[in-house]
């Protein structure tokens, strides 16, 4: 199961790549600091963290002081595929030119619909291994 999740980490670590590159080629302007830029790119990763967690990644920092890493880092299975999907979902909706309020609507619904669809389906193996 640990191999599991460790690849899903790994796939969500890659397919930020193309969010990453979707707000560096549509979300950032031209001169700006590597401050500004960094703070671009946290407000887009929490976007994605308060569609699928409901939190932003210091909300959950602050909620969890004793533990290290970050809310990705203890994310489910479940968790992780959706926000591999989120991620490639949020770069298309970049690059159509939605705002930040509509892309996080969308990315919501996709997180809910995706998460129970496989949550349902981990219930269903689980009792056919019964």
Known sequence: MKLNWDFQRTLAKVNYHIHTDAIKENLIPQKVSAKQSSII???EADVLNMALFGMTAKQWRDANPDLKGNIRDYA????LVVLSNMESTNA???HQELIQSERLIQLNQL????MKSLVQHKK???QLNK
Request: proline residues 0%; negative net charge; charged residues 5%.
């Open 41 to 43: 790119y946290a407000n």
């Open 76 to 79: 489910t299975i479940e968790q």
């Open 92 to 94: 298309l909706l970049i």
């Open 111 to 114: 997180a809910i619909t995706q």
């Open 124 to 126: 269903a193996l689980n």
